[in-house]
C-alpha cells in the first residue's frame, strides 16, 4: 500500500498554461481599440493583439520582414481594420478577430492581409491616422509627402507636399460648425521643419487627379522652434493645441476672425493675420521635450479640476504625463511613469521618456507607453496608476511566489531581471508593479517561508527586505542590509515558522567578496500594519569567508540548523547555524559542518531537502548530484542535461527533482531510480529561474529569452485522459466485433478507419477475399463491401490509401493490398480519387500549435504524435504514390520473373516426361523391346 500510494504522489507531467509572461512591445507604435479591450502593440517585425485585462494573446501579424513604422484603427469594417505601415513602404490591411480565441487554444492565430498596398510612398512612411469617420486614412513620410487614402477603395485621394522635412504629426479636423452650409473637413500636419500646416479637403484643386498637383495649404501655423510631435482640435474645431520638442505647448484660437469683415488682424505675436487664420492665445511652458498631446473631453472629470474645463495632456522624456488647464496655461496635475522612482534616481543610458500617450473614454485613463517598454494605465480621477504591462523583462535571473495577504494561494510573482526594479505580477490579472530601491541590477531573490516577506540581493552590494503593505495593495521596502564590498548574488531568509506562523528572523547574504554575512531581523515587527516608515539598517551578526570564488547560491534546511552554500569553486559547503532571540536582540554564529567534493565545475544551485537529510546541487559540468548531511558523500547522480544545470528544486515530499539549464530544457527526475521521467521545452535560451506553487501545482521557469512559462500539473488529467482513451478503445472493439458478427461491413470498415487500426481491417478484407465462396461479380469477394469502396467519403478514402500504401510495402500482406488497390481504382473514377485528396488536404492540422512548418511552439509543450494519430493523420497524393508505385513495381518484377521461371520449369519437365517416358526404349543391342 505505501509503494502505491507513493507511485501516486510521483508527478509525471506538466503542461504550459496559456497564461505566460512573454515579451508584447519592444519599441515602435501601439494602438489601443476603442472599447478599450485590446491593446495592439509592435515587436520589429511583427504585431501583437493583447487582451487588457487578462494579458492573454488575441492574434499576431507576421508582416513582411521589415520593421513595422506605424499602425492605424479604422472601424469602416466590422470587426475593425488594423492598418499596418512598414518600412518597405507596404501599407497592409488586417481584419482583428471578432472575438478572443478560447483560452484553451495554445497559441495566437496569425492573421492574414485582406489588402496590400506597394510602394505606397517613396520613402518610409513614419505616421498614420484614420478619419474620426473611418472613411479616410492619412500618411506621412520621412520625405515630406501626406498622402490621404479612401479606406474602402484603397486609393489616393489627396497628395499635400511642401513640408519641410520628415511628417511628424497628423490629425483630422471633422467638426460641425453652427451655421455653415457644409462641414469642415480638415487636415492638419506637423513636421520637423517646426511648421503646423492646414490643408482643406474640400478644396477641389487639393484632389488628386492623375499624378497629383502641388497643394498650398489653407494656413501655416508658426510658433515652434523645433519638431511638433502633437496636435488636437476640440470637436467645435474651436480650439486647438500643439505641442513639440521645443518644450513648449500652444494653443490657437482655430475660428479668430472669421466673423470679422476687415482682411486682417493682429495675432498674440504681433503679426499680421489674414481673416479667418488661427490665432495664437496661449503658450504654456512645459518644462520637457513634448513627444505627444492630446485634448481632454471636457465632461471628464479630473482630479485636481472642476468640470468645463478645457484640459489637455502631454507626455515627454522625463517620463510623466501631466494635465494642464489649456486656456489658463497651468499645469494641474502628473503621473509618475514608475511609482517611487525620482529623476534624480534615473541613470543617463536608462531610458524612461513617454513616447506616447492614448486616452482610453471606456476606463477614464490615460495609457503612457514608456521607452523602456512599459505600458502604464493612469485614472483620471485619482492620478494614481491602475494597471501596468512590462513589454519586454530582458534576461531574467530569479523568481519567487509571494502572498500579499494571508491566503493560501499565491498572489503574486516576483522576478528579478537585468534592471534595478523588481518585477511583481499579480497571478490573476498579469498586473504589473515595479518596486524601485535598488541602485543596480537585482541578481536574486528569497522569500520567507509564509511566503509574506520578500529579499532581494543587488549589484549595488546591498540587500533589501520587502514586507506587503497593510492594505494589501503594494509592498514596501523595511529593511537594508549594507556592508558587502562587492555584489551580492545570493540571499537566504530564515525557513522555520515560530508560534505565531511567522519567519525571517534572520538573514543570510553571500557577496562576490567570497563572504557569508548573517543579519538580525528580529527588530523586524510581524504585523506589516507596526512596519516602520522608515527602511531600518539591520545588524550584522557574524561575518566568514567560506569560499576562494564567488558564492552563486545559499539555503537553508527547514529547521534553520544547517546552511549549504555553493560556489565557482566546485564545492558545495555545509555550516552549523546557532541563533538565539532569546535575550530580545538576536545573536548567532556559523560553524563549517563539511563540505562536499565531487563536481568538475562550479555549482549554481543547492536546495535542502524538506523531508531527508539531503542536499541537492545543480553545477556547471551537466550533473546534479544528491549529498548526504551524515558524511557529506555523493548517493546520486543525475546526467541528462546537455548543458550546465543552473537550478535545482525537490517535489513530491523529496521524491523528485525539477531542474532547469543553459539548454533551455526544463526536466523532472525520480530520484529513486534516477529517472528523467519530463522534459519540458518552451525556452530558447538559458533558464535562469525556477520557482514553485506551495502545492507543487505550479511551476514557473524563465530564462534568458525574457519568457516566463507556468507549467501546470497535468499528472491526474493526463491519466484521465487515458483511462478515457482506454474505455472509448474498448468500446470501438467490443463495436467493430459486433458490426463483424452482423456483417455490417459498412460500419465495421467506418469505425476501423476512424480507430486507425489496420490490422483489423485487413484481417477483414483477407477473410472477404480468400472466402470459399465468393459473391457473384464483386471484385473482393462481398458485393455489400465493393460498394462501400465505391462510396467512402473523402477523408476515408485517402486513410484507406495510406493504409494500402502500407501494406503493399510487406511481401506478406501486398497481395491483399493489390486486390483492394485494383477494387478501388475500378470503382473510383481518377477525378474522385483527386477530390478525396483536395478535400483531406483542407482538414486542420491535428496540432494547431504547428500551423506554419518549421515555426517553434509558443506557450506549449512541443507535441508528439501518437502512433494512432499518425496513422489517421490525412497525406498527398504525390506521398501516397511515392510510396505505392516502387513497391509495385517490385511485386509485379517478381511475379514476371516467377512466370518467366515457370516457364523454364515446364521446359524441363516437359524434356524429362518426353525422354525417359515418350519414346522408344532400347535394349543394348539396339533390338527392339
Known amino acids: 500500500m505505501n509503494g502505491q500510494s507513493s507511485r501516486r504522489a510521483l508527478k509525471t507531467s506538466f503542461r504550459a498554461s496559456p497564461k505566460s509572461i512573454k515579451p508584447i512591445y519592444t519599441g515602435g507604435p501601439v494602438v489601443l481599440t476603442k472599447d478599450g479591450q485590446w491593446l495592439i502593440t509592435t515587436m520589429g517585425e511583427e504585431v501583437l493583439v493583447t487582451e487588457v485585462k487578462t494579458g492573454l494573446a488575441i492574434a499576431k501579424v507576421r508582416g513582411d520582414s521589415t520593421p513595422i513604422t506605424s499602425l492605424a484603427l479604422s472601424y469602416h469594417t466590422e470587426p475593425p481594420t488594423l492598418i499596418t505601415a512598414h518600412a518597405s513602404m507596404t501599407l497592409r490591411y488586417y481584419p482583428l478577430p471578432a472575438s478572443a480565441p478560447l483560452a484553451s487554444v495554445p497559441k495566437p492565430p496569425l492573421l492574414t492581409y485582406s489588402r496590400a498596398l506597394s510602394k505606397a510612398h517613396s520613402a518610409p512612411i513614419l505616421i498614420s491616422t484614420v478619419s474620426p469617420d473611418s472613411t479616410l486614412l492619412a500618411t506621412g513620410s520621412s520625405d515630406g509627402v501626406v498622402k490621404v487614402w479612401d479606406l474602402e477603395g484603397g486609393y489616393v485621394t489627396h497628395l499635400f507636399r511642401g513640408h519641410g522635412g520628415p511628417v511628424s504629426a497628423l490629425h483630422f479636423n471633422f467638426p460641425i460648425i453652427e451655421g455653415e452650409e457644409r462641414r469642415r473637413m480638415e487636415l492638419v500636419t506637423g513636421s520637423t521643419d517646426a511648421r503646423v500646416r492646414i490643408f482643406d479637403l474640400r478644396d477641389a484643386s487639393a484632389r488628386v487627379v492623375g499624378g497629383g498637383n502641388a497643394v498650398k495649404p489653407k494656413a501655416v501655423l508658426e510658433g515652434h522652434v523645433s519638431v511638433v510631435r502633437g496636435i488636437d482640435v476640440t470637436p467645435d474645431g474651436r480650439w486647438a493645441v500643439t505641442g513639440g520638442r521645443d518644450k513648449v505647448v500652444l494653443v490657437w484660437d482655430m475660428l479668430s476672425g472669421e466673423n470679422i469683415g476687415q482682411s486682417s488682424k493682429k495675432s498674440g505675436k504681433g503679426k499680421a493675420t489674414a481673416a479667418g487664420t488661427p490665432k495664437l492665445v496661449q503658450t504654456i511652458i512645459a518644462q520637457e521635450q513634448v513627444e505627444c498631446l492630446g485634448l481632454l473631453p471636457i465632461e471628464e472629470p479630473v482630479a485636481g479640476s472642476a468640470n468645463g474645463r478645457l484640459l489637455c495632456y502631454t507626455g515627454g522624456d522625463r517620463g510623466i504625463v501631466r494635465i494642464w488647464d489649456v486656456l489658463k496655461g497651468q499645469e494641474i496635475g502628473s503621473m509618475k511613469g514608475v511609482e517611487g522612482v525620482d529623476e534624480a534616481e534615473v541613470d543617463e543610458d536608462e531610458q524612461r521618456g513617454v513616447l506616447n500617450v492614448i486616452y482610453d473614454s471606456t476606463s477614464s485613463s490615460l495609457v503612457s507607453v514608456h521607452a523602456d517598454q512599459n505600458i502604464i494605465f493612469h485614472s483620471l480621477s485619482s492620478s494614481q496608476a491602475i494597471r501596468q504591462i512590462v513589454g519586454f523583462n530582458d534576461e531574467i535571473v530569479d523568481s519567487i511566489f509571494l502572498n500579499s495577504t494571508s491566503s493560501s494561494s499565491h498572489t503574486h510573482l516576483a522576478l528579478a531581471t537585468n534592471s534595478n526594479l523588481i518585477r511583481l505580477y499579480s497571478t490573476s490579472t498579469f498586473d504589473v508593479r515595479l518596486l524601485s530601491g535598488h541602485k543596480d541590477m537585482v541578481l536574486c531573490l528569497d522569500k520567507s517561508a509564509d511566503h509574506q516577506w520578500l529579499v532581494s540581493g543587488s549589484k549595488d552590494q546591498t540587500a533589501r527586505v520587502w514586507a506587503p503593505t497593510p492594505d494589501g495593495q503594494g509592498w514596501k521596502c523595511v529593511a537594508i542590509c ?18 505565531k506562523g511567522k519567519s525571517g528572523r534572520f538573514l543570510f547574504t553571500a557577496s562576490q567578496d567570497r563572504t557569508i554575512k548573517m543579519w538580525d531581523l528580529t527588530s523586524l515587527p510581524l504585523d506589516p500594519s507596526d512596519m516602520p516608515e522608515e527602511p531600518i539598517k539591520p545588524r550584522s551578526m557574524a561575518t566568514l569567508r567560506v569560499h576562494e570564488k564567488d558564492i552563486n547560491s545559499l539555503d537553508l534546511s527547514p529547521n534553520d540548523k544547517f546552511l549549504a552554500s555553493g560556489s565557482q569553486d ?25 563540505t562536499c567534493k565531487g563536481h568538475r565545475r562550479g555549482v549554481w544551485s543547492v536546495r535542502f531537502s524538506k523531508t531527508d537529510r539531503v542536499v541537492a546541487s545543480a553545477a556547471n559540468d551537466k550533473t546534479v548530484r544528491l549529498w548526504s548531511l551524515d558524511d557529506f558523500s555523493c548517493l546520486k547522480t543525475f546526467e541528462g542535461h546537455t548543458n550546465a544545470v543552473l537550478r535545482v528544486d525537490f517535489l513530491s515530499n523529496g521524491m523528485q527533482l525539477i531542474t532547469s539549464a543553459r539548454d533551455g530544457l526544463v526536466k523532472l527526475w525520480n530520484i529513486k531510480d534516477e529517472a528523467c521521467v519530463k522534459t519540458l521545452d518552451n525556452h530558447e535560451d538559458q533558464v535562469w529561474a525556477l520557482a514553485i506553487s506551495s502545492d507543487e501545482k505550479t511551476i514557473v521557469s524563465a530564462g534568458s529569452d525574457s519568457v516566463a512559462t507556468f507549467w501546470e500539473d497535468s499528472t491526474e488529467v493526463e491519466q484521465a485522459e487515458k483511462n478515457e482513451a482506454l474505455v472509448k478503445a474498448v468500446q470501438s472493439e467490443q463495436d467493430f466485433t459486433n458490426y463483424i458478427a452482423l456483417k455490417d461491413y459498412r460500419r465495421a470498415i467506418l469505425l476501423a478507419l476512424s480507430m486507425s487500426q489496420p490490422g483489423r481491417l485487413l484481417h477483414l478484407f483477407r477473410t472477404l477475399i480468400n472466402s470459399p465462396t465468393p459473391a457473384e461479380g464483386s471484385i473482393i469477394g462481398s458485393l455489400e463491401v465493393d460498394e462501400v469502396i465505391r462510396t467512402l467519403p473523402g477523408l476515408d478514402l485517402v486513410r484507406l490509401l495510406k493504409f494500402i500504401r502500407d501494406w503493399n510495402a510487406n511481401a506478406r500482406t501486398s497481395p491483399i493490398a493489390q486486390v483492394i488497390l485494383h477494387a478501388i481504382l475500378k470503382l473510383r473514377s481518377a477525378e474522385d480519387i483527386l477530390a478525396a485528396f483536395d478535400s483531406a488536404g483542407k482538414i486542420p492540422s491535428l496540432n494547431p500549435a504547428d500551423e506554419e512548418e518549421g515555426e517553434a511552439d509558443e ?3 512541443k507535441k508528439k504524435l501518437t502512433k494512432a494519430e499518425k496513422l489517421a493523420a490525412p497525406i498527398g497524393i504525390k506521398e501516397l504514390l511515392d510510396g505505392l508505385i516502387p513497391y509495385s513495381e517490385r511485386h509485379f518484377s517478381r511475379i514476371d520473373k516467377l512466370v518467366q521461371e515457370s516457364y523454364m520449369l515446364d521446359y524441363v519437365l516437359g524434356e524429362m516426361d518426353g525422354g525417359l517416358f515418350g519414346g522408344e526404349v532400347m535394349d543394348i543391342d539396339g533390338v527392339d523391346v
Open 482 to 499: 549594507e556592508g558587502h564590498a562587492e555584489s551580492i548574488g545570493a540571499v537566504a531568509l530564515s525557513r522555520k515558522m515560530d508560534d
Open 570 to 594: 566546485k564545492l558545495v559547503k555545509i555550516f552549523h547555524v546557532d541563533f538565539d532571540a532569546s535575550s530580545g536582540a538576536g545573536s548567532g554564529s556559523l560553524k563549517l559542518a563539511g
Open 859 to 861: 506557450g506549449v509543450e
